[in-house]
């Protein structure tokens, strides 16, 4: 498969994000490039100047002398080496625990909506998180590893120079045996970057199996419903399917590792034997036999060296190709300079659909098929429908969460691809029933802004209208109280309802002139639903009003009634009018009113 990236532009890639991250942390990759096969060089040469010295008769201050300077050298370099090393091992999990993964979280959060709930995107997205979790030839180490590639080229060269001078047939010898470990490494790193989809996939389940399990909004739900088994066996099956990925890994690890030492073995072996040869047959001295042995078998080591970091440097610059390919998906909403939002005189907003249709990704039929509706400025509309007939999916098109495939979407005229995507989400205050409540306090998951921002008086204004202010005053530290238990000692749990009145408090609080209300009152009780009723009309005051319901006793508050029905609009009205025509609104409303009066006469 042919690679988005190449070499040069990931290690550009890098180096940057370290640069802007940590500059300490790429000076010390510098420092250590070097610093390993001079320290090497040094300690090679060091018995050699011994025994020469001792061979020769040398005074024993200057022996001691060189042998100082040498030791102080090594001494030094070795300290700075450790230190460096240390430090390496700190940037490197600083870069992949706060860097990458905050670049990673901030690409999930901006990205296109539409984007993000593409299938091809979760498996892409998997591939950059995988990337990051393992140390081994992580996304996070690429930089160290090109440093280790340089500095055993350094080492390979140097110790390359001095066996030359010893037998230069070495050399060949000595690149054929780890030619083929290197070979060995580097189909293993072809399997494993060919097995990545399917690994993706595996972890993916994993992942989602293990969210459920833990998440605390479903605890109720596998107790009640024994749910643990099915949840077991489904983790079960997946912890297998890692277990496979991980044997065979490391079986692909033992074994190259195993024809590693086997080569290095067979290469000290004969290395022995030949200077062995040389000394009892040729005027070789002690300190030349002990250099020429550690070259050769430092040799060894830079070369395995060599070939362990272009195998982890190759492995890790595919991880991050991975992770760019996840940060590069491409946006196809407008996030350059739009149209200006509408303002002043042109609010209320008309939004009208002129032939829209949007199909979900891999799905055989579109959701919303070549529709079209038009909202006048200020009208209050209800959308209802059976489940399934489209609702959520078209408001989500109206809030610009998801992109027609046909079709344009229109506010006051202008269409709303022409918009900022982020200008454009101002225009929208939305209640969805799957909204998300922030370890935070009541104060901030209402107004979403820093403490020094928040306007109280239009907070209370909200929660009064959202019915939960009474809630919040009874609670010791008001709106000041924090929630989620499972973030906060001593946070507060509130009831379905009552968080379905904070979130309607935030969406007022955001003040937008367009207001979607999507099964606002699914949670509350028919006394607090009733309320809310009655205050409709001033929470939708001067707003253009979208309301999505099941409950058709809910409707008759607004100014005309979608019914739909596989995403067509089948009948249009007000409540009156819609009863009148006594079709498909009308049996429905007939339907669920005599359930209400069963249980009236109960």
């Known amino acids: 498969m042919k690679r988005k990236y190449n070499y040069f532009s990931n290690l550009g890639f890098m180096l940057k994000e370290h640069w802007n991250f940590d500059k300490s942390y790429v000076l010390m990759q510098m420092v250590l490039t070097p610093l390993g096969a001079l320290t090497s060089v040094i300690a090679a040469y060091l018995p050699k100047v011994v025994l020469d010295c001792v061979e020769n008769n040398s005074s024993v201050s200057g022996m001691i002398i060189k042998v100082s300077l040498m030791s102080a050298v090594l001494i030094l370099f070795s300290y700075v080496q450790g230190v460096s090393q240390t430090k390496t091992h700190q940037g490197n999990r600083l870069s992949r625990d706060v860097m990458l993964h905050k670049l990673i979280c901030n690409k999930v959060m901006s990205m296109d909506y539409n984007n993000?709930?593409?299938?091809?995107?979760?498996?892409?997205?998997?591939?950059?998180?995988?990337?990051?979790?393992?140390?081994?030839?992580?996304?996070?180490?690429?930089?160290?590893?090109?440093?280790?590639?340089?500095?055993?080229?350094?080492?390979?060269?140097?110790?390359?120079?001095?066996?030359?001078?010893?037998?230069?047939?070495?050399?060949?010898?000595?690149?054929?045996?780890?030619?083929?470990?290197?070979?060995?490494?580097?189909?293993?790193?072809?399997?494993k970057d060919k097995m990545k989809d399917k690994v993706a996939e595996i972890f993916l389940r994993l992942h989602y199996v293990t969210y459920r399990s833990k998440d605390f909004s479903n605890a109720k739900d596998v107790r009640i419903y024994n749910m643990s088994d099915f949840l077991m066996r489904k983790l079960d099956k997946h912890l297998d399917d890692v277990t496979w990925w991980n044997i065979k890994r490391n079986d692909g690890h033992y074994y190259n590792c195993l024809l590693e030492d086997v080569l290095k073995f067979a290469i000290s072996l004969g290395a022995y034997i030949y200077l062995i040869y040389l000394k009892l047959n040729s005027d070789m001295t002690l300190g030349d036999f002990s250099l020429y042995f550690g070259a050769i078998t430092g040799f060894g080591q830079w070369i395995a060296r060599l070939v362990d970091s272009i195998a982890e440097m190759l492995t890790s610059?595919?991880?991050?190709?991975?992770?760019?390919?996840?940060?590069?998906?491409?946006?196809?909403?407008?996030?350059?300079?739009?149209?200006?939002?509408?303002?002043?005189?042109?609010?209320?907003?008309?939004i009208e659909l002129k032939n829209v249709t949007f199909s979900y990704d891999k799905a055989e039929k579109a959701t919303v098929d070549n529709f079209s509706l038009k909202i006048n400025k200020g009208e209050k509309i209800a959308i209802v429908g059976v489940n399934g007939a489209g609702k959520s999916t078209l408001v989500k098109l109206i809030c610009g969460l998801f992109v027609p495939q046909e079709g344009q979407i229109l506010i006051n005229g202008i269409d709303s691809r022409l918009f900022n995507r982020d200008e454009y989400y101002k225009l929208f205050s939305t209640l969805f029933q799957d909204c998300s409540i922030l370890p935070s306090t009541v104060a901030k998951n209402i107004t979403l802004c820093e403490e020094n921002k928040i306007d109280r008086e239009r907070l209370y204004e909200c929660m009064r209208l959202a019915g939960i202010l009474d809630k919040v005053e009874s609670l010791?530290?008001?709106?000041?109280?924090?929630?989620?238990?499972?973030?906060?000692?001593g946070a507060v749990a509130f009831s379905g309802g009552e968080l379905q009145r904070l979130l309607?408090?935030?969406?007022?609080?955001?003040?937008?002139?367009?207001?979607i209300l999507d099964e606002p009152t699914?949670?509350?009780?028919?006394?607090?639903?009733?309320?809310?009723?009655?205050?409709y009309s001033e929470l939708t005051k001067d707003k253009t009003a979208i309301y999505i319901s099941h409950r058709l006793s809910s409707t008759r508050f607004c100014d005309r009634i979608i019914l739909l029905d596989e995403a067509k609009i089948v009948e249009s009205g007000t409540h009156e009018e819609l009863l009148g025509l006594g079709g498909k609104y009308a049996e429905m409303f007939e339907t669920q009113s005599k359930y209400y009066r069963e249980e009236a006469v109960i």
Do not use: Q
């Open 116 to 191: 993000y709930v593409y299938n091809e995107t979760r498996l892409l997205r998997e591939k950059a998180w995988n990337g990051i979790r393992s140390w081994e030839s992580s996304v996070a180490r690429f930089l160290e590893y090109n440093c280790t590639l340089a500095s055993s080229v350094f080492g390979f060269s140097a110790f390359t120079a001095i066996i030359v001078e010893c037998n230069p047939w070495f050399i060949p010898i000595l690149v054929v045996s780890y030619g083929i470990s290197m070979l060995g490494w580097l189909l293993l790193m072809k399997w």
């Open 317 to 350: 610059a595919h991880n991050v190709s991975d992770f760019r390919s996840f940060l590069d998906i491409e946006d196809k909403m407008n996030l350059g300079k739009g149209e200006k939002l509408p303002s002043g005189k042109d609010l209320p907003c008309e």
């Open 476 to 489: 010791e530290n008001k709106e000041n109280t924090l929630l989620v238990r499972e973030v906060h000692d």
């Open 504 to 515: 309607l408090a935030r969406a007022l609080y955001k003040n937008a002139p367009i207001i």
């Open 522 to 535: 699914a949670a509350l009780d028919p006394i607090a639903e009733n309320d809310m009723y009655m205050k």
